[in-house]
């Protein structure tokens, strides 16, 4: 961490997410899911809705990529309330697009009698 984010708490839920991400992309999951779960926890504590829904998003999406279903659709989830109480109802729609599938209710199942 260099100097100048240490202490500047307006700043460290993004190298938090850097870290997250950059976790994922070398396949370190647990530092990745550490590093997730620091971002959007310092990013709701400081009250900046749009980076604490951005963390979930990218969670979400990181849950979905390792077929993590009920994970992945609770933390989309959360993105598209948090991106829609900041007032980013064109973003949320976009998400809920994008995760149709995700975010549908289960399908009815049907047991043979």
Not at 7 to 13: D, F, L, T
Not at 58 to 79: I, T
Request: proline share 3%; glycine share 6%.
């Amino acid at each position: 961490m260099k100097p100048c984010t240490r202490q500047n708490v307006n700043v460290r839920h993004y190298e938090s997410l850097l870290e997250a991400e950059l976790a994922a992309l070398d396949g370190r999951r647990s530092i990745a899911l550490k590093h997730y779960d620091i971002s959007i926890l310092l990013a709701g504590r400081q009250g900046f809705i749009q980076d604490q829904a951005m963390a979930h998003q990218k969670l979400g999406e990181f849950h979905l990529k390792s077929a993590n279903m009920q994970d992945a659709e609770y933390h989309v989830g959360e993105a598209i309330k948090l991106y829609e109480e900041w007032g980013a109802f064109q973003k949320a729609h976009h998400i809920k697009v994008k995760h149709e599938k995700l975010l549908a209710p289960p399908s009815e199942i049907l047991v043979a009698t």
